[in-house]
């Protein structure tokens, strides 16, 4: 099977666990490993010459690059692939290309939120671009996104709104997907670097809201739960998977 690059993100992140864990009846050679995803990483550097176009995806019946623009959910995984790959390689051309598709993210950080994934999109990209280079120019991008990301909070409800552009579309007056809670760490980071206790007092409210209303009795979780805008659950859905009785698998 033929890896792309989120693949090898998750080996990084499988190779960290099992290397501290240990496996003694599989031996496991990390750098092999590590240098294969490197690789899979120049060889799509190869392809790009736009760094407002991130790889997201090869679709199954193509062998070519499925690409976004910085609005996409999942534009801040390119940037972090690449500061993961320059922390293993030490490749100061990898590191320039890092600091170059993290820049082109910087937008993010001065528009309105439109996006809950402020988390993915910035966190991934500027946070691990300041935690590996110390660079303050990240670390404002960082802070100043995780005050964008705020302004979603409601504070009646106790949740930061996902998918801002349902409440006219859909009718919902405030809804939260269970897949937010994994934006939670840029407020948690920023209220300890710079940011305000707040944001801290936010990622908490916004966390227990979400473990009191999103799970069922049988401990299953819906991915979409509506409430009104003055703070009551009125109903759990899905918008992305199969039905809305139907487990939900992320978050």
Known sequence: MQLNNFHCLTIFVLIAILSGIGCQNAP?????QLQYCAEQVKGTLNELNDYHKMPRQIPTDSTKWEFVDIQDWTSGFWSGILWYTDEFTKDEAIKTQADSFTMALKPLSLRPANNHDLGFMVYNSFGNGYRLTGNPEYKDVVLRTADTLATLFNPRVGTILSWPWFVKQRGWPHKTIIDNRMNLELLFWTSKNGGTQS???????HAETTMNNHFRPDHSSYQVIVYDSTGPKLKGLTHQGYSDSSLWARG
């Not at 496991?28 to 092999?32: A, G, R, S, T």
């Not at 944001?199 to 409210?205: N, S």
């Open 28 to 32: 496991l050679n990390v750098d092999k």
């Open 199 to 205: 944001l801290y007092d936010m990622a908490v409210r």
